[in-house]
């Protein structure tokens, strides 16, 4: 799927890269405690964020 390829190269992009390491390091604060209502939804929605942006830029150049 041309997507996923699109998808999968804006994933290794600087912007994507940092959100994705937030994304990671809360998961891992979130999961190391026993009781939390912390849910990383910020995070998450950052890297969607910087991915989806990133994919849109490159079906507008027709990369993708």
Do not use: M
């Amino acid at each position: 799927d041309p997507l996923n390829a699109v998808r999968e190269h804006c994933e290794q992009t600087e912007k994507c890269v940092k959100a994705r390491e937030r994304l990671e390091l809360c998961d891992a604060r979130v999961s190391s405690r026993s009781e939390t209502e912390e849910q990383c939804t910020e995070e998450l929605f950052d890297f969607l964020h910087a991915r989806d942006h990133c994919v849109s830029a490159a079906n507008l150049l027709g990369l993708g």
